[in-house]
C-alpha cells in the first residue's frame, strides 16, 4: 500500500521512520520546498507543491496513494485543504497528525487573536520592541507598521516586504530556555508575537515571556477542514496506517 505522507515537520520524519520496513506499506514523503535546507526524512521523498487540488487529486490516482497523512506544519492550511479536497474526490482514506495546541500557564499573560492580520493590529497596545516569532511566511502583515521595532526570527530570510525598523535573525529550533531569556533581554523584548505551533521544540519562549512578565499575542490555529480526522501523536497515525495494511490486505500482516 502506497502512502503519502505530507511533512516538513518532525512529526513526519517520526513517522516516515517509525514505519519505515513495515510489511504491506511503501512510504512516499512530500515536502513543500520551502527551506533551503531541510531536514529529509527516511525513504522516497518528493520536494515541490502540487499546484492545487485537482493537481494534487492527479498525482494520488497516477502515483497509486491508497492513503495520505498529513503531518504538515498545524498552520499548512492551504496544502490541509487541498488535500482534503483531492482525497474526498478520489475515496482515500486522510489522517492529519496535529500536535497538541500550546496551553496557557499560571503567570502567563497571552492575548489570542485569530490571525496575523489581527495580531498586528493588536500590537499598538504595547510596548515598541517586538520579538516577532512566526517563521519567514506572514512577515508583511507587520510590514506597514513604522512605530515598532522588530527581531524577527527565521530559518530561511522572509520573502517580500519587512518592517521598516527590524533585524532578522536566522535561527532553527529547538530554542534552550536559558538563551531565549537572555535573548528578551539583550534586546530588551516588550512583547512577542507567536503562532500557537505547538511542540517542544519552540516552547521556551512562552517560558521566557512568563518569567518576564512580558505579554504575547498567540495567534490561534485555523480550523480543519469538515471530516478531517486528526490524531495527536506519531503512534497513533502509525497504528492507523497499520490498520489500514490489514483493511486492504490481511495477508500483508502475516
Known amino acids: ?55 494534487l487529486r492527479d498525482w494520488l490516482a497516477a502515483e497509486d496513494i491508497a492513503a495520505v497523512v498529513n503531518a504538515t506544519h498545524p498552520f499548512a492550511a492551504r496544502i490541509g485543504a487541498n488535500t482534503a479536497v483531492a482525497t474526498a474526490a478520489l475515496g482515500i482514506p486522510l489522517l492529519r497528525v496535529l500536535r497538541p495546541a500550546w496551553s496557557e500557564q499560571p503567570g502567563d499573560r497571552w492575548i489570542r487573536v485569530a490571525d496575523l492580520d489581527a495580531a498586528a493590529r493588536t500590537l499598538s497596545e504595547f510596548g515598541d520592541r517586538v520579538f516577532l516569532t512566526i517563521g519567514r511566511q506572514g512577515v508583511g502583515a507587520f510590514a506597514a507598521l513604522s512605530r515598532q521595532w522588530f527581531l524577527i526570527r527565521a530559518i530561511d530570510p522572509p520573502d517580500g516586504a519587512l518592517p521598516p525598523h527590524h533585524e532578522l535573525l536566522l535561527a532553527r529550533g529547538p530554542f534552550a530556555l536559558e538563551d531565549e531569556i537572555a535573548l528578551l533581554s539583550e534586546y530588551r523584548v516588550d512583547v512577542v508575537v507567536t503562532k500557537d505551533s505547538g511542540g517542544d521544540q519552540t516552547e521556551a519562549k512562552l517560558v521566557a515571556a512568563r518569567a518576564a512578565g512580558l505579554p504575547v499575542i498567540v495567534i490561534d490555529r485555523p480550523a480543519l477542514p469538515p471530516g478531517v480526522t486528526a490524531v495527536d501523536t506519531v503512534e497513533q497515525a502509525r497504528d492507523w496506517l497499520l490498520r489500514m495494511v490489514v483493511h486492504s490486505d490481511p495477508e500483508s500482516a502475516r
Do not use: K
Not at 512516499?28 to 492545487?52: E, N, T
Open 1 to 55: 500500500m502506497r502512502v503519502l505522507i505530507l511533512g516538513g515537520s518532525r512529526e513526519a520524519r517520526e513517522l516516515a521512520h517509525a514505519t519505515a520496513g513495515e510489511r504491506g506499506l511503501e512510504i512516499v514523503s512530500s515536502l513543500a520546498g520551502r527551506v533551503r535546507d531541510p531536514h529529509l526524512p527516511v525513504g522516497q521523498v518528493r520536494i515541490g507543491g502540487f499546484g492545487g487540488a485537482d493537481a
